[in-house]
């Protein structure tokens, strides 16, 4: 690979990491989370960029901030463990089993309400996220970035749990209909 390259691939690398870092950040500490979001709109703005937002799945999902995804559960145990890293490994692994437990009873019920050609492609899809999710995390870890570096790996693999459990809940909510 060429310096030129290899120069290019570490910064992206190292941008990745930053912006991994901000969302733990963020996400451990609500305090710096409201500062770091402008200031709330009037109410009525407020009620007219709801609508907006709710107006289909896909966009909603997609709009929704990292901290929404998770349990009311998972945002306390995060806010008792005040930035340690080995509580806030803990609150990601209590919140991953729950999200899984959760995935794994969807996927069972999706499946079996589906056409088979359906249901085919939902297993497929979920098997490719896991590809990806699994990917993913593998390469956000760096050997040796220190204690952050499995905490930005975990918590990117959580945050992609969770989007697939609300896209699940979605499509769950479509094949019932």
């Known amino acids: 690979m060429s310096s030129a390259r290899q120069s290019f691939a570490t910064f992206f690398a190292n941008l990745a990491a930053f912006s991994a870092l901000c969302a733990v950040l963020l996400v451990a500490h609500p305090a710096l989370a409201?500062?770091?979001?402008?200031?709330?709109?009037?109410?009525?703005?407020?009620?007219?960029?709801?609508?907006?937002?709710?107006?289909?799945?896909?966009?909603?999902?997609?709009?929704?901030?990292?901290?929404?995804?998770?349990?009311?559960?998972?945002?306390?145990?995060?806010?008792?463990?005040?930035g340690v890293t080995t509580g806030m490994q803990d609150c990601m692994n209590a919140e991953q089993e729950r999200l899984e437990t959760r995935l794994n009873a969807q996927r069972a019920r999706i499946a079996a309400a589906l056409n088979p050609e359906r249901a085919k492609a939902f297993n497929d899809a979920l098997s490719a996220w896991d590809a990806l999710r699994k990917s993913g995390s593998l390469a956000m870890f760096d050997p040796n970035g220190g204690t952050l570096s499995p905490l930005m790996a975990s918590l990117w693999y959580l945050e992609q749990t969770a989007r697939m459990a609300r896209w699940v809940d979605v499509l769950q909510e479509s094949a019932e209909q």
């Open 34 to 82: 409201a500062e770091a979001m402008p200031q709330a709109a009037p109410p009525a703005q407020q009620d007219a960029s709801a609508a907006t937002t709710a107006d289909s799945p896909d966009q909603q999902d997609s709009a929704l901030p990292v901290e929404n995804l998770f349990s009311q559960t998972y945002q306390a145990c995060m806010d008792e463990a005040a």
